[in-house]
């Protein structure tokens, strides 16, 4: 598509061919004008420029629904911001737990209140964008250690899993400390020994699974509250007894640690690895799923699923009559019913408008599976030419 500036639009004018904010997010349909209004709103956005295939014209190809269409774009732009603000977010944890562990590194040093704003930060901004914050799309990053961004996301996962919960703030503020902090002890341990895609000899898983008592000594010795401290020690503990470092079973591993536990294994499922790809996120819950009542205790599981749906935001799915579209929005009340904007019909058609819909279990269409990562890829390619 090409780039039109806002100040080439005219009011009262048409389209001939969609128009979109940027490769996602549709702005107007061919039979929809362009208002003196909707050009205020792309100032008062800061939209310079739009994308389309579509030329000028004085008259619509058919009649359509302003108000409908002007609802949309609201839609849009805010979901489009939010985005973006989320990504924002998630970068800036990103760099301050990056600076905590270098001085960690450096120095010797962590400091408990330092960590505790994060966790702070992170509990406010779901509170204001979870939806986003959730989904947000994490690119493989070579500038720092893995285990900054994993840190991040799963304390993202876990405070999201808190608030579901309804733990009491103090407690989530434990919790978001435990999950930002629960693999410091890798940071101990050279990446020669993990970072490479052949099996690990038993030295190195030796090696390996001493990380949650390195962890747990580090924050013993830095006066972090012993609910922190254990949380780290057990979040690898499994509830049928074959995790470790103690091999604890049900109710003796304690609450932080299973969810920090469960929190951190959909990270680390969903994330870039050395010696594998990440998986998308259905697939991911699907994994842990198959592991409820085994590794993965089942209240914390169930609550992440209705936290993140089984099809997670911003999975790309196929629907049972042909047709693709992307997750946009779960329903905590319904964790298999999220709401998928369709993309392209089932003749392999793109949609003009992207109708969001919430197939049901009776339902004439429902979703079929995920798309794998080479559909994704051809998808993407096909909607943006």
Known sequence: MKKVTVNQLQADTYIDAPVYLDQ?????????????????????????????????????????GVNSEKSMLDQDIK??????????????????????????????????????????????????????????????????????PHAVKTAVFALAVADLLKLPPHKQIDLGTASLLHEIGMLRI?????????????KERQTIIAHPVISYKILKEADFPPTVCI??????????????????????????????????????????????????????????????????????????????????????????????GVIVKTDPKEPKHPLVRLLVNENNTPYRDRPIVQPKDNDKVVIE??????????LKQYIQQ
């Open 24 to 64: 996602k997010y549709i702005l107007l349909s061919p039979e929809t004008p362009i208002t003196k209004e909707l050009l205020d709103r792309l100032e008062k956005w800061n939209y310079e420029q739009v994308l389309t295939d579509g030329l000028p014209s004085d008259a619509p190809p058919a009649s359509g």
């Open 231 to 324: 949380a780290v020690l057990e979040h690898h503990e499994y509830v049928n007894g074959t995790g470790y470092p103690r091999k604890l079973k049900g109710d003796d591993i304690s609450l932080f640690g299973k969810i920090v536990g469960v929190a951190s294994a959909y990270s680390a499922a969903t994330s870039k690895r050395p010696f594998r790809e990440g998986h998308d996120g259905h697939t991911s819950i699907m994994d842990l799923a198959k592991e409820m009542g085994k590794r993965y205790d089942e209240r914390i599981l169930r609550a992440l699923v209705f936290t993140l749906s089984l099809y997670p935001i911003g999975t790309y799915v196929l629907m049972s009559n042909g047709a693709r």
């Open 190 to 202: 050279p990446p020669t020994v993990y970072q490479h895609d052949r099996q690990l000899s038993e």
């Open 79 to 148: 979901d489009h911001e939010a985005e973006k603000q989320a990504t924002e977010f998630f970068n800036t944890m990103v760099k301050k737990m990056d600076d905590i562990f270098s001085h960690f590194l450096d120095k010797g040093l962590i400091y408990h209140d330092n960590v505790i704003e994060l966790a702070k930060e992170i509990m406010e901004e779901l509170k204001q964008n979870k939806r986003f914050l959730l989904s947000v799309y994490i690119p493989e990053r070579k500038d720092v250690h893995y285990v900054v």
């Open 369 to 378: 599976r995920p798309l794998t990562k080479s559909e994704v890829k051809a």
